[in-house]
C-alpha cells in the first residue's frame, strides 16, 4: 500500500508548567511539511556551521534543511532544563504512545525524525524508517529497524554482481550522520543558556555510536534471534 500523509503529535505534560504540544507532519514520501511561520534564525543558513559531509551549495539551498526543519522546535525548549522530568506522549492515527521520562528524551525522539524527514542529503538514508516512526525506541529496537530497513532497501536495489559487505555501508553513513549531529549542535550551542535542545543531539550521537558499535561486531546483540547456541537456523527446518 502506498504511504499516506502522517502526523505525529507529541505532547509534554510537566507537574509545574503548563503542556507543550508540537505536531509533526509528514506528506506522502515520507517529507516533513514545515509550515512554522517564523523566519529561518541566522543559524539556519547553510554556511553557519555547515557540516563537514554537507554536499549542498548556498546558490541552490541557502538554508540547511535539517536547521530549517528543527528550528520552531529548538526555539520552543530553549529555555527548558534537559533533566526534567515530565509524561511524553505521542499519538498518530495508529496508536498513542506514552511515557515517563526527560525533557531531553521526548526532545531527541521529536528530533529524529525531523532531521530524517528534511531532505538532507545524508539523513535521507533514514527516511524510510520515519514512515514507521517508533517513538522512545530502545537501543536494540533501533537496531534491528535500521539493518531490517537496509536490507530491505538492498532487496529492492539488488544486484547479483555485488559481493561488497552488506554493512559497509551502513558504517559509512554512519560515520556521516555523527558528523550532521556534530554540525548541528554547533549551530545551536550559543543560542541559550540551558541545554535541553543540545543533550537531545547529544543523546541522538549516542545511539549512533552504539549502533556503530554494534555494526562493528557484525550485529552479535542481535544474533540470538536467529541463531541458537550452536549456530543453527531458528527457523530453518
Request: glycine share 4%.
Amino acid at each position: 500500500m502506498k504511504g499516506t500523509a502522517r502526523i505525529y503529535t507529541y505532547t509534554f505534560n510537566f507537574p509545574d508548567r503548563e503542556t507543550v504540544s508540537y505536531s509533526v507532519s509528514l506528506d506522502a514520501l515520507s517529507h516533513f511539511i514545515n509550515t512554522c511561520p517564523v523566519a529561518p534564525p541566522t543559524w539556519s543558513r547553510l554556511p553557519y556551521h555547515q557540516c563537514a559531509p554537507c554536499t549542498l551549495t548556498v546558490d541552490q539551498d541557502p538554508f540547511c534543511p535539517v536547521a530549517l526543519n528543527i528550528a520552531e522546535l529548538v526555539t520552543a525548549f530553549k529555555d527548558t532544563i534537559s533533566h526534567a522530568r515530565c509524561v511524553v506522549s505521542c499519538s498518530s492515527a495508529e496508536r498513542a504512545v506514552t511515557k515517563n521520562t526527560t525533557v531531553q528524551e521526548g526532545l531527541a525522539s521529536i528530533l529524529g525524525l525531523l532531521m530524517a524527514t528534511s531532505g538532507c542529503p545524508v539523513l535521507d538514508f533514514f527516511r524510510p524508517i520515519a514512515r514507521f516512526h517508533l517513538p522512545f525506541s530502545t537501543v536494540d529496537e533501533s537496531i534491528f529497524r535500521v539493518v531490517a530497513m537496509y536490507m530491505l532497501r538492498q532487496y529492492y536495489r539488488r544486484n547479483g554482481d555485488n559481493q561488497d559487505d552488506p554493512l559497509d555501508e551502513i558504517r559509512a553513513h554512519y560515520a556521516q550522520v555523527k558528523l550532521v549531529n556534530a554540525g548541528m549542535l554547533d549551530r545551536i550551542l550559543h543560542i541559550s543558556a540551558l541545554d535541553a535542545d543540545k543533550n537531545a543531539i547529544v543523546t541522538l550521537t549516542s545511539l549512533v555510536q552504539i549502533l556503530e558499535m554494534e555494526i562493528n561486531t557484525n550485529l552479535e546483540s542481535l544474533q540470538h534471534l536467529f541463531l541458537d547456541p550452536w549456530g543453527e537456523d531458528r527457523f530453518g527446518v
